[in-house]
């Protein structure tokens, strides 16, 4: 999963990087099984690797990107983020110097048949987080709309203003 | 033959987590950034998950990181979309999606 992520971002070509991303994503849906999330690996593999994805290589394919080579190298930013994320790396690995590992062993946990199935998350959606789960379905509507007044075509060049008063931020 | 333990998994959550972040920094691809922003997210939602399987069963709450992450992956579906049609906006306007082009912003 390492190794496709780091091949996301070596990648020249803009489809191998997505179908690198695709793989490692698949990859992340297997470690969710492992840590008994089934519901969200299922989930994982149809909207990310499946729905997302798909979206990013139709669009990749619409706007016919190459693989282009960068046109100057262009150092700076390479040692930037070089030490951005080196650093970055040297913090978690120091955060997670301070986390007592011994007693989390996953041979230790007890066997939990249906306490993790799409039941139990699914009485706790509708319970304990019916707040957030409706508020989804709003900023799913409100994505929705912002994609159909964004994909108008001439939004902003021609001078009739859309008739909506208020468009829909970004989220 | 070492356990598999939580911090683990939070390492390959953090490892993935850089990966993503060099890669907005590396890249000059509009859509590649994007795609290492999902990854970024996609680390993150590991570490909740791992952190929601090692919390004691019977403890409150302990489904509550999976809850989070699917928000999270709502989240993230209709953030690529609303994203993707920025780009493809801008493409329209622009004709490029490399990041050196769009400087328009810039001061």
Redesign the interface.
Known sequence: MIGTGLLVIVNRNPVASALCLVASFVFMAGLFVLLNAFFLAVIQILVYAGAVMVLFLFIIMLLDLKATADRRPNLFSYLFGGVVAVALMALFVQVLGYLPAGEMNAANLPAADGAYDARSLGELLFTKHLLPFLATGVLLLAATAGVVLLSKRGLGSDSTPPETSNPPAAP | MT?????H????S????????????????L??I???M??ML?AA??SL??F???MP?GAAG???G??M???V?????????????????L??QRQT?RV?DLTLLKF
């Open positions: 356990e598999i333990t939580l911090n998994y939070l390492a390959v953090a490892l993935l987590f850089s990966l993503g972040l060099a890669g907005i920094i590396f890249r000059r691809n859509i590649v994007y795609m290492c999902e990854m996609n939602n590991l998950i791992a929601s399987r090692f069963l302990h489904l509550d999976q809850i992450v699917f928000f992956i709502t989240v993230a579906a209709a953030e690529v979309a609303v994203g993707l049609a920025l780009i493809v906006a493409y329209r999606t050196e």
